[in-house]
Nanobody, 127 residues
């Protein structure tokens, strides 16, 4: 069992920055790809970015590429999402997710490839 706890959300003006953190419990963190998803009001959950278990091969959706950066620290069981140049359309609840244990280097993009989810943290970007 893996528990994920996100932090770092909040209210920021357009053009500002936030850094989200997601701390994981257990001993399998370094064997799992990690991802960030988001859900805006009235919309479905959307994949944002993922990173392989080793910290390589990040995959970003086009709308955040160049503005968001995912990273992980396997020694601290934590994954981060640095969000710069935030836009009002980035407003959503952000969820981190842990993928299945693997020996590969994939960075999954489908929510069905993730086994564990955090409770979410609200990010609100004002115009």
């Amino acid at each position: 069992q893996v528990q994920l706890v996100e932090s770092g959300g909040g209210l920021v003006q357009a053009g500002g920055s936030l850094r989200l953190s997601c701390a994981a419990s257990g001993r399998t963190f370094s064997s799992r790809a990690m991802g960030w998803f988001r859900q805006a009001p009235g919309k479905g959950r959307e994949f944002v970015v993922s990173i392989s278990r080793s910290g390589h091969n990040p995959y970003y959706i086009d709308s955040v590429n160049g503005r968001f950066t995912i990273s992980r620290d396997n020694a601290k069981n934590t994954v981060y999402l640095q969000m710069n140049s935030l836009k009002p359309e980035d407003t959503a609840v952000y969820y981190c997710a842990a993928g299945r244990t693997t020996t590969g280097w994939e960075s999954p993009t489908s929510e069905y490839e993730y086994d564990y989810w955090g409770q979410g943290t609200q990010v609100t970007v004002s115009s």
